[in-house]
């Protein structure tokens, strides 16, 4: 992340908790602080979780050339990310597969796509990471398929398909309808 978006992100940061805290009692601001986790990288507080997601599907999907609503349909699908505000939200999930983190990457697709062994640890846990392999998945799927219904069917099964999943991926242009809207208390 550059130097700008991380000042604008903090400011935004430290102003919604100013709002919260003026707004609301001591109570709220310590509950506002629970459920709200920080991403961390190499230590250093970077973004909230949420946000965090929210800057790399944009920042990859911009840089991969892949439709904003394909890549939100799809963080929605495999891990029902909310959108920015969604600070209940948990990137670090596995499924009954054993694709991990917040796009739901398999193991021996992120081999595939980094050329290399990413170690499950990583791939579950490290946001940017994840995201970025997935765009360059879609990528390559729709360089392959000219078809973002096929493209979104085989992210979903491994094979080239369009099933309900691909349909919703395709027809859903409205993504930030699923979005948790910031509320003031």
């Known amino acids: 992340m550059n130097t700008k978006n991380l000042i604008l992100t903090s400011l935004f940061t430290i102003s919604l908790l100013i709002v ?8 709220t601001t310590i509950q506002f602080k629970k459920e ?19 800057e790399n599907i944009e920042k990859y999907s911009t840089e991969y050339n892949i439709p904003k609503y394909i890549a939100y349909n799809i963080s929605y699908l495999e891990t029902r990310y909310q959108g920015p505000f969604h600070w209940g939200y948990n990137p670090s999930q596995i499924s009954c597969v054993g694709a991990l983190g917040p ?4 193991p021996g697709t992120a081999k595939l796509i980094q050329k290399r062994r990413v170690p499950n640890e990583i791939l579950k846990n490290d946001i940017r990471l994840n995201i970025e392999i997935s765009m360059k998945l ?16 085989c992210y979903n099964t491994g094979r080239p398909m369009i099933n309900d999943y691909a349909r919703y991926c395709v027809k859903n242009h409205d993504y930030q309808n699923k979005w948790i809207r910031p509320t003031i208390l």
């Open 20 to 27: 919260l805290t003026s707004l609301g009692s001591f109570k």
């Open 36 to 54: 709200v986790e920080l991403f961390k990288s190499n230590n250093e507080i970077v973004s909230p979780i949420p946000m965090y997601m929210y």
């Open 103 to 106: 796009m739901q990457i398999m």
């Open 138 to 153: 879609l990528r390559k799927l729709y360089n392959k398929y000219h078809d973002w219904g096929i493209v979104c069917g």
